[in-house]
C-alpha cells in the first residue's frame, strides 16, 4: 500500500465518520420519521465506505460514479429530513409553502 493510498483511505474514512456523526445528530434533534438516527447515520457509513473501497481497490473507476456512490446516503438523509419536518399536507399548487392559507386567500380574492 502507497502512501498516497493510506491517506486517501485514513482520510477519506475520517470524513465519512464526521458525515455520519452529523447526520446521527442531526436525525436524533429534528425526529426524522422514517428509521432512526443510528439507521440513517449507518447508510452513510455504507455507501461513504463503499465509494472508498471502490475508490481504492479499482484504480480504473469513473469518479463521478464514485462521487454519485458517496453522495447517495447524506441525500437520502436529506430528503427524509425534508419530508419530516414539512408533514404530510398535500402539495396546493397555488401557494408557496412560507404563505399562510389565509394571506393566499384573500390575495385571489382581490384580483377577481
Known sequence: MSVTTALVAGGGGVAVALIAAA???D???VGVDLG???TWAALVVLTGGASLV???LVPDAPLPGVLVLTALGPLLYLL?????MNGDDGADPTRLPSQSGDSADR???RDR
Do not use: K, W
Not at 427524509?80 to 419530516?84: F, H, K, P, T, V
Open 80 to 84: 427524509e429530513r425534508d419530508d419530516s
Open 107 to 109: 390575495g385571489d380574492e
Open 36 to 38: 432512526s438516527p443510528a
Open 23 to 25: 447526520v446521527y445528530r
Open 27 to 29: 436525525a436524533a434533534r
Open 54 to 56: 471502490t475508490l481504492i
